[in-house]
Nanobody
């Protein structure tokens, strides 16, 4: 049974940093990657970044490139999202979830189409608020 628990969110001033953690269990190689997603009030959930389970390759959505870094610690079964130079528009609830190959390819625009994230089993997430 797949279980993911997010932590590390908080209130930070613009330009500040946070590191989110995603403690994972039950993840198998049936999945392609672990992804970070976010949802702001009144907006659709969007993909932020993912890291491949097999080879550690990564992908970032354009709005966070150069500011966010995804990484993993296989010994701790944990995926991290280091967020630097935070902006008010980064304010959202952040979630992690396993992704299949097709979902990752849609996210990275290797194939057309939009993944239906409403079908995913989401955890509690962790709130990130960027405000002065």
């Amino acid at each position: 049974q797949v279980q993911l628990v997010e932590s590390g969110g908080g209130l930070v001033q613009p330009g500040g940093s946070l590191r989110l953690s995603c403690a994972a269990s039950g993840i198998t190689l049936d999945y392609y990657a672990i992804g970070w997603f976010r949802q702001a009030p009144g907006k659709e959930r969007e993909g932020v970044s993912y890291i491949s389970i097999s080879d550690g390759s990564t992908y970032y959505t354009d709005s966070v490139k150069g500011r966010f870094t995804i990484s993993r610690d296989n010994r701790k079964n944990t995926v991290y999202l280091q967020m630097n130079s935070l902006k008010p528009e980064d304010t959202a609830r952040y979630y992690c979830a396993p992704m299949g190959t097709i979902a990752a390819m849609k996210f990275s625009k290797q194939i057309p189409g939009k993944e239906d994230y409403s079908t995913y089993a989401w955890g509690q997430g962790t709130q990130v608020t960027v405000s002065s």
